[in-house]
C-alpha cells in the first residue's frame, strides 16, 4: 500500500474526506494531489508528522516495511517496561494495591 492509499484508509477509518485533513493539518490540497497522481511519492517530513498526529499514529506507519504485528509488540514492551519501571519506585503497600486492581481487571476481561 503507498502512502496515498494509507492516508485515505486513515481518513475513512476517521470518517473524513481528504479536503478535511488538509484543512485541518494546514496542508494544501494540491500537495495530497501531487501525491495521488503519482507526481511525488513522498510528502515532506513536516506534512507527514502533522497527518501522523492527526490520526495519532507513529510516522513508521507511513514506511513501507511497517509491521503493524511488530509495531503492537513494541508498544507493549513499552508499557510493560514502564509498568516495570514505575514499580521500582513504589512502597511495598502500594505494590500490593496494584496487584489486586490489576489482578481484579485481568479476571474481569478473561469473564
Known sequence: MNMYEKIIELCAEKNIKPAGLCKATGIPKSTLSELKQGRTKNLSTQNLYKIAQYFNVSLDYFDDSYDPVE????????????LFDMSKRATEDQLDTFLVMFRALIDKEEK
Open 71 to 82: 509495531n503492537k509488540r513494541d508498544e507493549l514492551f513499552e508499557k510493560r517496561k514502564l
